[in-house]
């Protein structure tokens, strides 16, 4: 056994996994009871006495292989999680070899670097003034922008609503919560803003829901009713959330005028681009995002739309000095004075032990490049509308949105539990795997189209599945 001809076998399994699952000869979704599995991969045995062979693990690997979700498979629908380009890959293996820690400069000197210039890179999609190179204390002062990669959305949110309630609160890390805290949100938010609340002690009651409309979208001129509600309770904002784009539909908030409204009445605005501020990197659909410069902080995952393994998200502020300053602390073997050719990221995370996440982002940027990613984006919003197109056409479907995105919402006449039902019964069967959601109490299949290898026929396959078993079940 060495590593080369480990690496070397399991790199050609995962090319084989790769070709299989892109050209749909194997199901989407595979799923035995688990505790078979164990018994299956045999686990114990494993785990007690060791001596795995190259044999015995080019045998686990093809098991394991064949207990997964597809997500290259032109069937696979379910969640916004990326069908990955091999470039992220290859920068995850890397930096699991290496193991470097990017929370101080001094622990990886290479992986803090890339990922500073990631953050910059996403700042400058934004709009705002990316952090200068030659880092010393004279930055204090000046006026740019900042962030810091995370391990996924929900805690890039937790962490920009962390830096929120420190700018409107600023003694809370010694204090605690006063006892008028709240925040307004889209009633559509993704359930991250609500555990983020409850995290954060603000709790999940004192979330004010703002007017949406019928897609959704919050309605800019109904913004000072939730406003209103929570201040006539004697409360104080800590931040207004919006979705760019909501997780259920797919819908994009107005962030033009509800920027204007937060910056107008000082209310931190916090931007959930987890999915959808991808679209900055494309020219058609970048107006969707209009006004996203307003925010003061953004949260932007690039392991949804740009094809980079999980987790590589990232929290992204306007002003530097906001994330800087969140995590009030002491660590005195790490915080002291030094000699400092670098950065310490440390101060703007949760995290302690903070691998590179940066490379899988920059190696699919510097061997994909911006431009293909950019199109593949084109292409899975260009046909989501199509198959929108083609199912709002049939009398026997319905779709509650236009979509904006790559999701969308459809449901096939019939109660909701039909709906589940027939889920459960086409997920089954292995060519394709979908999700279903609650939007505005009714219940829709949901597809997100992720894959760069679905096509039309699979949509038109997937309509056709889903009347048939439909007929059955209703029969
Ligand atoms: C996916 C998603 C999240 C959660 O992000 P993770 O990376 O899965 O933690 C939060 N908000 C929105 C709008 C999302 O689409």
């Known amino acids: 056994m060495s590593f080369l ?6 790199i050609f399994s995962l090319n084989e996994y790769y070709e299989d699952s892109k050209n749909a000869r194997k199901p989407v979704i595979f799923q035995k009871p ?10 114990d045995s494993y785990a007690k006495n060791g001596g ?23 069937g696979y629908f379910a969640h916004q999680v990326a069908p990955v380009h091999y470039s992220g890959v290859l920068g995850t293996l890397i930096d699991s070899f290496i193991n470097n820690v990017t929370s101080i400069y001094e622990m990886g000197s290479g992986a803090t670097c890339v990922e500073y210039f990631i953050i910059n890179w996403l700042l400058k999609k934004v709009g705002w003034q990316p952090a200068p190179w030659e880092v010393d204390n004279a930055a204090e002062g000046l006026d740019f922008a900042g962030g810091i990669l995370t391990h996924g959305g929900s805690l890039a949110n937790l962490t920009g609503l962390i830096a929120a309630r420190k700018k409107l609160v600023p003694d809370v890390w010694k204090k605690g919560n006063p006892n008028d805290l709240a925040l307004l949100a889209s009633s559509d938010c993704h359930y991250s803003i609500e555990r983020a609340a409850g995290i954060l002690g603000i709790g999940k009651n004192s979330i004010y829901h703002l007017d949406v409309d019928k897609r959704g979208a919050i309605i800019p001129e109904q913004l000072s009713s939730a406003h209103g509600r929570l201040l006539q309770d004697g409360k104080r904002p800590v931040a207004l959330v919006a979705n760019a784009c909501s997780t259920a539909v797919g819908i994009y908030d107005p962030l033009e005028e509800i920027g ?18 991808s679209a900055l990197l494309s020219q058609k659909h970048k107006t969707l995002l209009r006004g996203i410069e307003k925010a003061n902080s953004i949260t932007w995952d690039a392991h949804k739309l740009m094809q980079t393994p999980a987790l590589c998200a990232a929290l992204l502020v306007r002003d530097h000095r906001t994330i800087d300053n969140a995590f009030e602390q002491e660590a005195s073997y790490i915080f002291h004075e030094k000699e400092q050719p670098g950065f310490d990221f440390i101060h703007r995370t949760v995290e302690c032990t903070k691998p590179g996440l940066g490379l899988k982002l920059f190696l699919v940027l510097a061997l994909y490049g911006e431009n293909r ?9 260009a046909l989501t509308l199509q198959a929108y197109e083609y199912i709002e056409e049939r009398d026997d479907f319905d779709c509650p949105v236009k979509p904006q995105s790559n999701v969308l919402c459809f449901r096939i006449k019939g109660s909701d539990r039909l709906q589940l039902t027939l889920r459960d019964k086409v997920n089954k069967n292995g060519n394709f795997y979908l999700s279903t959601t609650l939007f505005k109490n009714v219940r829709y299949l949901r597809i997100v189209v992720m894959s ?17 078993q439909s007929a059955i079940l209703t029969d």
């Open 5 to 10: 001809s480990d690496a070397e076998k399991v």
């Open 34 to 43: 688990i505790a078979e599995l164990k018994y299956h991969f045999d686990l």
């Open 52 to 74: 795995m062979s190259e044999k015995g693990l080019m045998s686990f690997l093809d098991k394991y292989l064949n207990s997964t979700t597809r997500m290259h498979h032109p």
């Open 260 to 277: 204007d409204y937060c910056n107008e009445k000082g209310i931190w605005l916090h931007i959930d681009g987890t999915h959808g501020a």
């Open 373 to 381: 990613l950019s199109a593949y984006i084109d292409r899975q919003f």
């Open 452 to 468: 760069s290898n679905t096509q039309m026929t699979h949509i038109k396959r997937l309509v056709k599945e889903l009347r048939k």
